[in-house]
C-alpha cells in the first residue's frame, strides 16, 4: 500500500512537471521574419559580387521578443560560401563565378539572398550626393555616393579627412555601420572650421570623389531658468539669471532679458537684477537666434533685512548646520564625509555646471556664462561646497588638498572662507588662488584661533575661460581632501617640498 501511494505522487509530480514544461513552450514566441542589411544589397535584389569579394550580412530577427533567436545559414553554392560570425552576423564569399542562394534559418522562418559572383566590374565614376555639408557639431550625417557603371560589383569605398587652415583634424570623423558610411563632428569642434573629405573606390583609388564639409552651429531647441521662483531683498547681494540651453552643446545662447516693472526690479543685459522696492515681477529672456524660443521666471522682492553672509550663503544655511567631528575627511574612501559638505551652484552657471562625486573628490565645475572675474566683492564664486566642523583642541593648520584640469588657455580658481558661530567671515586664501594644471596642490591654512570651535569651512570654485569649444566643460577643481595637523593624521599630512605646498605667507 505504502509502495502504490509513492508512486500515485511521483506520478502526480511527473503529470504537473510535463504540464508546466508544455505551457512554457506554448508561451514560446517564434521567429515570423528576418531583416538583412549588408553593403550593396537591396531587399529583393540579387548581390553581386567580383570573384574573391566578401561582404558581411547582418540579420535582424523579427519579432524582437522572439524566444530563441539563433540562426544556422547555408549556401546552395561552395564557390559562393558563408560562415557564421555569431551575433547575428555571417560573412559570405564569392571563390568563383556562379549563382548561389544563401539562406537564414530561425526555427521554422528562413529567409534567403540571391547571390552571384561575376568577373569584377570595376568603377569608371564615384559621385556624391551632396559636394557640400554642413554638420552641426554632436551630430551625424549619412554619407551618400553612387558609382558608374550602377552594377559595380565592389562599391566599397575608403575615406580621407584633412583639415582645411587651423581647424582640427581630430574635430570629424567617417565610421562605416552596416554598409553605410556616416561623418560626425565632435562636440569640441569650432563652427566655421572646413574639413575636406575624399572618397575612393576600394577596387580602384584612381576613382574619387571629394565633399567640403563645414562645421556648423547647433540649434537650440527651449530655454529655462534654473529656479522657477526667485525671492530677493532689495539689500541682497549679487544676483544675476543666466538661461539653461538645450541642447547643452548650442552656441546660440545670446539672449535679451526684460523685466514687467522696472520700477519693481530691472534687469541688466546680462541678467543681473537691481531689485528697488517689495512687489512681484516677471523676468524673461528672448534669445536671440530665434525669438519663439523664451522663458521666464517670477521675481518676488522683499525689503527684509538680506539673509545672506556673502553671495551664495545665507546666515540661515549656516546656523542651521549641525557640526561634523573629523580629524580628515577624505572623499575617496569616506562617502559620508563627502554628504557632509553642502553644495550650491550660482543661479547663472550654465547647463555643465555641476557638483558631484568623482569617485575620489568632490568634483566642482562652474562656468560663468557672463564671466565677471575680477569683482572683488564676491561675484565670481560659481561653485561652492561648505562644511560646519568641530575643529580639533590641538589642531593649529588645516590642509586642503586640490587638482584641476583647465584648458591652456583657462584657469580654475578656488578660495577658502571661514565662518565663526557669531557669523564672523575670514577670508583664509586672502583672495582667489590660481590653480595649476600639473600637480596636486596642498593648501594650508591657519586654524589656531579656532581650535575646539565649531567652524563653518566654505570652498568656493570659478573660471577664467577663453570661451573657446569645451571650455566650458574642461575646467574643473578636484577637492580631494582636507585635515587637520593632529596626531591621528600624521601620516597623510603632506610637508614635502615635490609637492608644491602653498601657505598663506608664501603667495
Given amino acids: 500500500m505504502k509502495r502504490k501511494i509513492i508512486f500515485i505522487v511521483l506520478s502526480a509530480v511527473m503529470l504537473l512537471s510535463l504540464g508546466a514544461c508544455k505551457k512554457e513552450k506554448t508561451n514560446a514566441v517564434e521567429c515570423t521574419g528576418i531583416v538583412f542589411k549588408a553593403s550593396g544589397y537591396d531587399e529583393g535584389e540579387t548581390l553581386l559580387l567580383g570573384r574573391g569579394e566578401t561582404v558581411t550580412v ?95 560589383t565592389n562599391k566599397k569605398v575608403g575615406f580621407t579627412v584633412t583639415a582645411m587652415g587651423d581647424a582640427d583634424p581630430d574635430m570629424v570623423s567617417v565610421t562605416e555601420e552596416n554598409g553605410e558610411y556616416y561623418v560626425s563632428v565632435s562636440q569640441l569642434a569650432a563652427v566655421g572650421d572646413k574639413y575636406r573629405i575624399i572618397l575612393r573606390a576600394a577596387a580602384d583609388n584612381t576613382v574619387r570623389a571629394s565633399i567640403d564639409l563645414t562645421v556648423g552651429p547647433l540649434e537650440v531647441n527651449s530655454m529655462s531658468f534654473r ?101 580628515i575627511m577624505d572623499f575617496e574612501t569616506d562617502k559620508v564625509a563627502f554628504n557632509a559638505w553642502r553644495k550650491v551652484l550660482s543661479e547663472d552657471c550654465n547647463s555643465f555646471c555641476h557638483i558631484s562625486d568623482a569617485g575620489w573628490a568632490i568634483w566642482m565645475v562652474g562656468f560663468d556664462v557672463y564671466d565677471d572675474d575680477g569683482n572683488e566683492n564676491g561675484g565670481d564664486a560659481n561653485a561652492m561646497v561648505y562644511c560646519k566642523v568641530k575643529v580639533p583642541e590641538n ?25 565663526e558661530e557669531d557669523l564672523t567671515v575670514t577670508d583664509c586664501t586672502d583672495g582667489w588662488i590660481v590653480m595649476s594644471n600639473t600637480t596636486d596642490m596642498f593648501y594650508n591654512i591657519d586654524v589656531s584661533a579656532y581650535a575646539g570651535k565649531e567652524v563653518t569651512f566654505v570652498v568656493m570654485q570659478d573660471q577664467i575661460g577663453n570661451k573657446s569649444a569645451g571650455s566650458h566643460m574642461k575646467v574643473s577643481l578636484m577637492f580631494r581632501r582636507c585635515l587637520f595637523n593632529v596626531e591621528s593624521t600624521r601620516e597623510r599630512w603632506i610637508e614635502e617640498e615635490i609637492y608644491a605646498i602653498v601657505n598663506k605667507n608664501e603667495k
Wanted: charged fraction near 25%; glycine fraction near 4%; charge should be negative.
Fill in 58 to 152: 547582418q540579420a535582424t530577427v523579427l519579432p524582437n521578443e522572439t524566444t530563441d533567436k539563433t540562426l544556422v545559414w547555408s549556401t546552395t553554392n561552395p564557390d559562393i560560401g558563408v560562415e557564421s560570425k555569431g551575433n547575428d552576423r555571417a560573412v559570405i564569399t564569392a571563390y568563383d563565378v556562379g549563382k548561389a542562394t544563401v539562406s537564414a534559418k530561425c526555427g521554422s522562418f528562413t529567409k534567403s539572398i540571391e547571390v552571384e559572383c561575376v568577373a569584377a566590374v570595376m568603377p569608371r565614376e564615384l559621385s556624391v550626393e551632396n559636394a557640400e555639408m554642413t554638420v552641426a557639431v554632436t551630430k551625424r550625417e549619412k554619407i551618400g555616393y553612387s558609382f558608374e557603371p550602377t552594377n559595380t
Fill in 227 to 327: 529656479n522657477g521662483e526667485v525671492t530677493l531683498s532689495v539689500n541682497d547681494p549679487l544676483y544675476r539669471l543666466a538661461p539653461l540651453f538645450k541642447p547643452e552643446e548650442t552656441t546660440y545662447t545670446e539672449v535679451e532679458f526684460s523685466s514687467s516693472d522696472d520700477d519693481i526690479c530691472s534687469v541688466d543685459e546680462i541678467g543681473t537684477l537691481n531689485p528697488k522696492k517689495a512687489g512681484v515681477v516677471n523676468i524673461t529672456a528672448v534669445n536671440k537666434h530665434n525669438e519663439d524660443i523664451t522663458c521666464s521666471v517670477k521675481v518676488t522682492v522683499t525689503e527684509d533685512e538680506s539673509d545672506y553672509l556673502f553671495r551664495l550663503l545665507k546666515k540661515s544655511d549656516v546656523t542651521s548646520l549641525d557640526a561634523v567631528t573629523y580629524d
Fill in 395 to 419: 589642531a593649529t593648520e588645516m590642509q586642503y588638498v586640490f587638482r584641476a584640469h583647465p584648458l591652456p588657455d583657462d584657469l580654475a580658481k578656488f578660495r577658502i572662507v571661514a565662518v
